[in-house]
């Protein structure tokens, strides 16, 4: 099987080591090797990607906006099949796959434009005779560390920005989804980056990713991911005082109020918990319902659950597929039990799934009967497992809403235009929806959280520019 390289200062470079690409939903099926990188690699991406900010960064905005275009109509081109293989190495349904790969394109398709809507502000000086010119300019080398979920979406939503704004990168994919991140870097070295511009280090993160982190050569570091590796990327970005950005967990809430729209309540309630696996950072693991509504949405919820295929991922007709690897099986069910232990009632599913082929399979869980202080509620578990807290009236469900470390997406079902006027103003979290999933966004608006979820400037749209670029205030007397 032939080695999927890193690529190092304008070539392919062999890694130190090799890992296997393993389908969950058929752990028999080898995708692909793929290298691992050395710490001695890094650096050498690294000292590529300083070398080449000089001249990337002063490089004309056409030719950024070709290169960032020319990725995009790449990708689009081959939706399918970049589909699949993300399916096939994440678990995700095809039609998610490919939905995924298509965003990445429209997110490359964006920020070509962004090069050429690059702009600043010319003022008056307080001083008579003075102009004042603010400008946008890149931050230098971005690290960029990258979660296994979106293997796709994310690299592209941070990659685009920084080279768009002028920056060069060392990116850092997740250790189980190798094979999009090679298949996106091969596209993004193709398009005519400049050497050094763009570097892959595919590797584990406790040496490549640390090797970013603890380099004062590396500017900023951009990371998605858990909230223990974020801490740990904060606390070696204060050190070395790099700018940083953290998009982290959630413990999404999603409130359905008795006045909700039932069949609204419900695709809400479980497209935003259970596709994807649940595996999303803007998953509604909590369902904050009222009184008057609560039994009749728990058996419609339940009766949609019992008609969902979990399946192969690649398979026609599969609604969820596996969950991505060993241990995040290991921690959904352990969550499960810890669940039943805190008294919860399992209402729906839970249980592990044999399929045709062998694959971490997992029948959806909803959980009734659980309270705020359960750590089902209060612990993000980052899988197909959901569950219900009953609440007697608007206000008491708000509280419950807000009452979490997390504040990245919170949604609200209601007909009544006073609560979700209410809701959108008093949630505590960087997104709101109304009647509509947690999970599930546009990309040219900003994306992120609040509180224990993200630390620092949004990412997407027109806001990612306060990460990737520096404000420069220049005065000339003429
Ligand atoms: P993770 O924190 O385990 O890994 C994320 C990345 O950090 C990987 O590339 C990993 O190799 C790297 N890493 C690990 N240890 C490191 C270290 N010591 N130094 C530097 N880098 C290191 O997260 P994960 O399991 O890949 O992803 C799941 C998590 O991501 C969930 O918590 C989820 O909520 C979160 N997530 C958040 C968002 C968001 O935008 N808020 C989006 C998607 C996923």
């Known amino acids: 099987m032939t080695i999927h390289h890193n690529f190092i200062a304008g070539r392919w470079a062999e890694g ?161 989804v190798p094979g999009s991140a090679w298949a996106l870097a091969d596209i993004i070295v193709r398009a005519g980056v400049p050497e050094g511009a763009f570097n892959l280090v595919m590797g584990r993160g406790a040496v490549v990713g ?62 935003g918990a259970f596709f994807s696996t649940g595996q999303r950072c803007t998953a509604s693991s909590r369902l904050v319902v009222t009184d008057g509504i609560h039994d009749r949405f728990v058996a419609a919820v339940t009766e949609k659950l019992k008609g969902l295929v979990v399946d192969d991922a690649l398979k026609a007709g599969t609604h969820i597929g596996p969950v991505v690897d060993q241990g995040q099986l290991d921690q959904d069910i352990s969550y499960i039990d810890i669940g039943r232990e805190e008294g919860a009632t399992l209402a729906f599913g839970g249980e592990r799934l044999n399929r045709e082929n062998p694959g971490f399979y997992l029948q959806p869980a909803l959980f009734t009967d659980t309270t705020p202080e359960m750590r089902i509620n209060r612990e993000e ?3 197909p497992v959901a569950s219900v807290q009953r609440v007697k009236d608007y206000e008491e469900a708000l509280a419950a809403a807000n009452d979490t470390p997390f504040g990245l997406s919170s949604g609200i079902c209601t007909t009544s235009l006073k609560y979700a006027s209410h809701f959108r103003r008093n949630a505590e979290a960087g997104m709101v929806m109304v009647n509509l999933p947690t999970a599930g966004v546009d990309y040219h608006v900003p994306f992120g959280g609040r509180k224990g979820s993200s630390y620092g400037p949004r990412e997407q749209g027109r806001y990612a520019a306060e990460f990737y670029t520096t404000v420069k205030t220049a005065y000339t007397l003429p």
Not at 35 to 52: H, K, V, Y
Not at 80 to 86: P, V
Not at 225 to 254: D, I, R, W, Y
């Open 381 to 383: 578990i980052f899988g």
């Open 16 to 176: 130190a080591e090799a890992q296997d690409n393993v389908n969950p939903s058929n752990t028999g099926d080898v995708i692909g090797e793929y290298a691992r990188a050395d710490r001695e690699q890094a650096l050498e991406a690294i000292a590529a990607a300083r070398a080449a900010f000089p001249a990337w960064s002063r490089s004309g905005i056409q030719q950024r906006h070709d290169i960032l275009q020319k990725v995009s109509s790449e990708i689009l081109a081959r939706k399918d099949e970049l589909g699949r293989l993300l399916s096939r190495e994440e678990g995700k349904t095809l039609g998610e796959g490919v939905g995924e790969v298509m965003r990445a394109a429209q997110i490359f398709d964006f920020f070509a434009g962004e090069v050429l809507r690059l702009s600043g502000e010319k003022l008056a000086s307080t001083r008579p005779g003075i102009d004042v010119e603010l400008t946008r300019e890149p931050v230098g080398v971005v690290g960029i560390i990258t979660p296994w979920n979106f293997p796709v979406a994310i690299p592209a939503w941070k990659i685009a920005p920084a080279l768009a704004y002028g920056n060069t990168v060392v990116f850092k994919p997740a250790e189980l």
């Open 210 to 271: 640390d090797a970013i982190l603890n380099d004062p050569r590396v500017d900023a570091v951009t990371f998605t991911g858990s909230v223990a590796t974020g801490k740990k990327v904060a606390a070696a970005c204060v050190g070395q005082m790099k700018k940083f950005q953290l998009e982290m967990g959630g413990k999404n809430p999603l409130v359905v109020l008795d006045d909700a729209d039932l069949g609204i309540a419900v695709d809400c309630a479980v497209n």
